[in-house]
Nanobody
Framework: QAQLVESGGGLVQSGGSLRLSCAIS????????MGWYRQTPGNQRELVAT???????TYIDSVKGRFTISRDNAKYMVSLQMNSLKPEDTAVYYC?????????WGRGTQVTVSS
């Protein structure tokens, strides 16, 4: 079964940047629309950004102008460049298809933004 493996999280100060990567092991899976999601303790997972096969993107209002989602078709990877990070961006970040597939949630990567 195809797997999605997130990486790139860490601890950063407010205003800093991180770049998250999602490696996709199944080539057929890669051609679906992809999304980055995030979850904080006690809350439901929320969609952050999406990217289609042809590179069209969407973002939730709170990250517009700060985050950029992209895909590398040659490497079967989807990335999320996060700039001007805020403490409220602290969460575990996941990649998945869009809409998400129950069978393809990975372990996620922790992003912690200190004030």
């Amino acid at each position: 079964q195809a797997q999605l493996v997130e990486s790139g999280g860490g601890l950063v100060q407010s205003g800093g940047s991180l770049r998250l990567s999602c490696a996709i092991s199944g080539s057929t899976l890669f051609w679906f629309p992809m999304g980055w999601y995030r979850q904080t303790p006690g809350n439901q997972r929320e969609l952050v950004a999406t990217v289609t096969r042809d590179g069209s993107t969407t973002y939730i209002d709170s990250v517009k102008g700060r985050f950029t989602i992209s895909r590398d078709n040659a490497k079967y990877m989807v990335s999320l460049q996060m700039n001007s990070l805020k403490p409220e961006d602290t969460a575990v970040y996941y990649c998945n298809l869009y809409p998400p597939s129950h069978d393809h949630w990975g372990r996620g990567t922790q992003v912690t933004v200190s004030s």
